[in-house]
């Protein structure tokens, strides 16, 4: 079965500090592996997009890993500032029945406080 | 801008009525996707769209309908048959197949509450 599971389930740190995220999935064939941060009540936004063969990916603050071979991604936040409050989601792209869907983590709730 | 738009961003229903949920973009993207979000669950596919007139069953789809006459539009029904309708529904709009360096814009969302 095509699961996406995301760890911590929630997180809580000081304003300043660093953290990482985890993603672990179960999707064959496997397409591409995307985060999104999605603030309370609003629509997920992109914020990396990794390939089968990409190691890493950065956007500012935030860095992506991914290792095809054990199946596991990670989000590293830098410097976390109080904006970076949000829901964090791992998507992974698969190919089925000659159409990509997505299947979607339950996302980890991070809370940066002052 | 370009963009995706979601209408209403509040929207209360009565038992027993349908209510249709509002989705446009203007990114020119073939699929547009609708997903269900409750608490402490991923994202869940309702339908989906590849191209204008053609639309597919996600994996919850009983109790929802859609329509795809223009490719800009793909408004979500949530008919009476639909037993727990309250949610945040969100709609997402893609390049065509391939989506290899491509991604999936989503739009603000709806929050449906049944009264």
């Known amino acids: 079965k095509n699961q996406v599971e995301q760890s911590p389930q929630s997180l809580i740190i000081l304003e300043g500090k660093n953290c990482t995220l985890q993603?672990?999935?179960?999707?064959?064939?496997?397409?591409?592996l995307r985060w999104y941060k999605q603030d309370t009540g609003r629509g997920p936004v992109s914020l990396t997009i990794m390939t089968f063969s990409e190691n890493t990916k950065s956007n500012g603050r935030y860095t992506a890993t991914l290792d095809a071979d054990t199946k596991q991604s990670s989000l590293h936040i830098t410097a976390s500032q109080l904006s970076d409050s949000a829901s964090y989601i791992c998507?992974?792209?698969?190919?089925?029945?000659?159409?990509?869907?997505?299947?979607f983590g339950t996302g980890t709730r991070l809370k940066v406080l002052a | 801008d370009g963009g995706i738009t979601q209408s209403p961003k509040y929207l209360f229903r009565k038992e027993g009525q349908n209510v249709t949920l509002s989705c446009e973009q203007n990114l020119n993207h073939d699929a547009m996707y609708w997903y269900r979000q409750d608490p402490g669950q991923g994202l869940r596919l309702i339908y989906y769209s590849q191209i204008v007139n053609d639309f597919q069953k996600g994996d919850i789809a009983e109790g929802y309908s859609v329509s795809r006459e223009k490719k800009e539009s793909f408004p979500l029904t949530v008919t009476s048959a639909q037993k727990n309708p309250t949610a945040f529904y969100l709609c997402a709009s893609s390049t065509p197949r391939g989506p290899t360096n491509t991604e999936a814009f989503f739009g603000q969302g709806t929050r449906l509450t049944v009264v």
């Open positions: 993603c672990n999935y179960t999707v064959s064939p496997f397409s591409n």
């Open positions: 998507v992974v792209s698969v190919l089925t029945s000659g159409t990509y869907k997505y299947i």
